[in-house]
Nanobody, 116 residues
Framework: QVQLVESGGGLVQAGGPLRLSCAIS????????MSWYLQAPGKQRELVATSTSGGNTDYADSVKGRFTISRDNTKNTVYLQMNSLKPEDTGVYYC??????????WGQGTQVTVSS
């Protein structure tokens, strides 16, 4: 059984940094992509950043230059380093993994609140 556990969320002032972590347990093989999504209040969940098994990364335009996704395969963990945070970055951040079978798993989410 695959489990994803996010951590690192909290309250931060605008302009500050925060780092999210997503620890993956269970089947850690054949993961094609690891991603972070944001569900802002009253909005649909949106893709923020993706890291593929081929080493590629991709970001939403709104976070380019501010957020960095990375992965530590020795710890089965994916990170999201968020810098220069803005109030519009507020919401619940979810980690997602997609396997070669196209099956996906989600974490429970971690709340990030950016105060102005």
């Amino acid at each position: 059984q695959v489990q994803l556990v996010e951590s690192g969320g909290g309250l931060v002032q605008a302009g500050g940094p925060l780092r999210l972590s997503c620890a993956i347990s269970g089947n850690i093989f054949n993961i094609n992509a690891m991603s972070w999504y944001l569900q802002a209040p009253g909005k649909q969940r949106e893709l923020v950043a993706t890291s593929t098994s081929g080493g590629n990364t991709d970001y939403a335009d709104s976070v380019k230059g501010r957020f960095t996704i990375s992965r530590d395969n020795t710890k089965n963990t994916v990170y999201l380093q968020m810098n220069s945070l803005k109030p519009e970055d507020t919401g619940v951040y979810y980690c997602r993994v997609r396997y070669a079978t196209m099956r996906t798993y989600w974490g429970q989410g971690t709340q990030v609140t950016v105060s102005s």
